[in-house]
């Protein structure tokens, strides 16, 4: 399974950006995706998850109500469309696969993981 991450970049607060992952060698549909973030000196957090077919998702409590997850099953892509973007969220933004059947917070339900996109919002 190859996972492509893209659409970071520099935002001011208060600004916009949705994140895109493109995923290869797999069943993508079959599969419950995840975003995580690591900002530096600091660990690797849950952002949000979403259900094979999308019906459900989960949030961090410091996204809710600004980023929204959604994904595309025909063209194998899961993105983050992030609203009112604090400095707070400046990280590297990981998608991933989850292979596991746990709750989908923890990092290690995921077996594949993404190269990561850098995400800057200036104040």
């Known amino acids: 399974v190859q996972l492509q991450a893209s659409g970071g970049g520099l935002v001011q607060a208060g600004g916009s950006l949705r994140l895109s992952c493109a995923a290869s060698?797999?069943?993508?549909?079959?599969?419950?995706m995840g975003w995580f973030r690591q900002a530096p000196g600091k660990e690797r957090e849950f952002v949000a998850a979403i259900s094979w077919t999308g019906s459900i998702t989960d949030y961090a409590d410091s996204v809710k109500g600004r980023f929204t997850i959604s994904r595309d099953n025909a063209k194998n892509t899961v993105y983050l469309q992030m609203k009112s973007l604090k400095s707070e969220d400046t990280a590297v933004y990981y998608c991933a696969l989850a292979t596991g059947w746990g709750t989908l917070a923890r990092s290690d339900e995921y077996g594949y993981w993404g190269q990561g996109t850098q995400v800057t919002v200036s104040s």
């Open positions: 060698g797999h069943t993508f549909s079959r599969y419950r």
